[in-house]
Nanobody, 124 residues
Framework: QVQLVESGGGSAQAGGSLRLSCVRS????????ITWFRQAPGKEREGVAS????????YYSDSAKGRFTISQDSAKNTVYLQMDNLKPEDTGMYFC?????????????????WGQGTQVSVSS
C-alpha cells in the first residue's frame, strides 16, 4: 500500500521561501508521476508542479513558473517543492499526489494516491 506523507508547510512572509517534501513508502512500479496540488479555501484543487519519476521531466502551472522548483531524491523516495518569492495567493493546503503512466499531470480525477496535505500560509 503506497503512502505519501507531506511536510515542510508553515507560515512565511511574501517574498519568502518554503520547501515542501513528499515521502513515498510502499513500492508500486506503476507510479509514474508525482504532482503537487494546492487548494485554497473556497476554491478548487489545482495543479502546481509535476515530475515524471523516470526522466525528471517537469511541468509547472503559470503561477508557479519561475518561482517554484520540483525535484526528487530517488534514493530517499522523496519529491520536493522548493517555493521561492512566495505570494499571499500561494496560501492553501498543498497535497502530494501519485499517478500512473499515461495520466496527464493536471488529470486530478485519475490520481491514484493522495497525501494528507500540508498547510502553507503566506502573509503580505
Amino acid at each position: 500500500q503506497v503512502q505519501l506523507v507531506e511536510s515542510g508547510g508553515g507560515s512565511a512572509q511574501a517574498g519568502g521561501s518554503l520547501r515542501l517534501s513528499c515521502v513515498r513508502s510502499g513500492y508500486n512500479k506503476n507510479i509514474f508521476r508525482i504532482t503537487w496540488f494546492r487548494q485554497a479555501p473556497g476554491k478548487e484543487r489545482e495543479g502546481v508542479a509535476s515530475l515524471r519519476l523516470n526522466d525528471d521531466n517537469t511541468y509547472y502551472s503559470d503561477s508557479a513558473k519561475g518561482r517554484f522548483t520540483i525535484s526528487q531524491d530517488s534514493a530517499k523516495n522523496t519529491v520536493y517543492l522548493q517555493m521561492d518569492n512566495l505570494k499571499p495567493e500561494d496560501t492553501g493546503m498543498y497535497f502530494c499526489a501519485a499517478s500512473y503512466y499515461g495520466v496527464r499531470w493536471l488529470d486530478i480525477a485519475h490520481v491514484r494516491h493522495w497525501g494528507q496535505g500540508t498547510q502553507v500560509s503566506v502573509s503580505s
